[in-house]
């Protein structure tokens, strides 16, 4: 089954807060657009790689594609430019894939060290089901809903709720039909502000059906300075 794997990364970085755009920043010597690209490509099977990046970033996401491809060339490699949301980048994403996809797997490139077991397991999770599929890790943390006012109304059941990651797996036409659908509800309406902030909710939205399978604590998101400091961390106890 064919697949297509989009990687957002035209996000501008406002929390991390470094001099440029959060996938060109570095962790281990390589950017982590190069860390996640890489993985992709070592995926055991042919497929179509999407990377969404700024404006202005094409030509050297390219060269970052180019050099991380295994000599046998199996990925096709295409670069789009991002949306001013999330959503509106990844739709930018599944508009470039070529017919023939049947399975869409998107990746965040702020989650660069995911380990290329989680993609296989999404992805033959997808295939095995038609369902949307994405990792989830047990929240840690306790959960207190809190007013405007900063005062403590409740405590959330913490066995109900997953930390979710990506890269997060549909079977093509769903998330196409799904990310078209809002698309065109956002256009007769009004621009939303609650827009959505992973595929899972645009494709529940449209009525699909999401399921989750195993996280990794490697597939950890760079938000803050903070994160890229942990996952600095991964990576010197890999070398050790
Ligand atoms: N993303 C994107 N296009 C956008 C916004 C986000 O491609 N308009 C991508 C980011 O590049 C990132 C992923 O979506 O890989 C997750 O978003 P997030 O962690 O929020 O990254 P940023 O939006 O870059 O960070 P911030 O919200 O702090 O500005
Ligand atoms: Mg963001």
Redesign the pocket.
């Known amino acids: 089954a064919a697949l297509g794997v989009v990687i957002?990364?035209?996000?501008?970085?406002?929390?991390?807060g470094a001099d440029r755009?959060?996938?060109f920043v570095e962790l281990g010597g390589r950017t982590l657009l190069e860390h996640a690209v890489g993985t992709v490509v070592s995926l055991d099977r042919p497929g179509q790689l999407v990377l969404?990046v700024p404006e202005g970033r094409a030509a050297e996401a390219l060269e970052i594609a180019d050099a991380a491809l295994p000599a046998e060339r199996s990925w096709q490699i295409s670069v789009v430019n991002?949306?001013?949301?999330?959503h509106?980048?990844v739709r930018n994403g599944l508009d470039a894939l070529r017919d023939g996809i049947e399975t869409v797997l998107v990746h965040?490139?702020?989650r660069p060290l995911t380990p290329a077991e989680v993609f296989e397991r999404v992805a033959e999770e997808v295939q095995r089901t038609g369902d949307g599929i994405i990792p989830a890790m047990p929240v840690v943390d306790t959960l207190k809903r809190v007013d405007i006012a900063g005062r403590v109304r409740s405590t959330a059941d913490r066995r109900i709720l997953a930390a979710v990651q990506t890269p997060q797996g549909f079977p093509f036409e769903v998330l196409a039909a799904a990310h078209e659908s809002a698309q065109a509800r956002e256009e007769a309406v009004a621009p939303s502000n609650d827009a959505p902030t992973d595929d899972a909710e645009v494709v529940q939205r449209f009525g699909g059906t999401v399921r989750t399978v195993p996280g990794d604590a490697r597939a950890h998101?760079v938000?803050t300075p903070v994160d890229l400091l942990m996952l600095q961390g991964l990576l010197l106890a890999d070398e050790a």
């Open positions: 957002v990364a035209a996000g501008r970085g406002e929390r991390l755009p959060k996938a969404v991002g949306g001013r949301e999330r509106e980048s965040d490139a702020a998101k938000t």
